[in-house]
């Protein structure tokens, strides 16, 4: 799983270094290249074995659905492949850069089967707004968990 974070910078090319054990981790879970992709207020990098079980979970649901179609639109039609270079940097394509307001310093924070990779701003404001909100969501989370 992926966990932990560290703070990086990506340069004007859109060029960011995948720490060392996120990269590792990425090896383990395949050898074909990762999925980036956006989400709402930032990106996520998925192994490829993970992502595609993404996709046939998004295939399962009904199409007719206008909120399947529209985040099924959202985050696969924003999904790009992203190869590793041998110096241990993506490229991140401008419009996914924009998308999430990469500037110049991110935050990549592992999150179980992925790779946030945030504007550092903006993810010190959402984590704010996480602790801020710490009481409701450890409610909503266990609720969710009971059967």
Not at 11 to 20: C, E, F, Q, V
Not at 89 to 107: N, Y
Request: proline share 5%; with cysteine; hydrophobic share 35%.
């Amino acid at each position: 799983m992926f966990r932990g974070r560290h703070e990086h910078t990506i340069d004007k090319k859109g060029r960011l270094s995948i720490p060392a054990g996120f990269r590792t981790e990425l090896q383990i879970r395949g050898s074909r290249p990762p999925i980036l992709t956006n989400y709402k207020k930032h990106l996520a990098l998925y192994a490829r074995e993970d992502w595609e079980v993404i996709e046939q979970d998004l295939l399962a649901k009904s199409q007719m659905r206008p909120d399947v179609r529209k985040y099924t639109r959202f985050v696969v039609g924003g999904a790009m492949e992203c190869p590793i270079d041998n110096q241990g940097r993506i490229l991140v394509p401008p419009q996914l850069r924009q998308h999430a307001k990469l500037k110049s310093k991110v935050m990549l924070t592992g999150v179980l089967d992925k790779i946030e990779i945030w504007d550092s701003k903006l993810f010190e404001e959402d984590q704010l707004e996480t602790m801020d909100n710490m009481e409701d969501i450890e409610l909503s989370v266990d609720a969710s968990s009971a059967i």
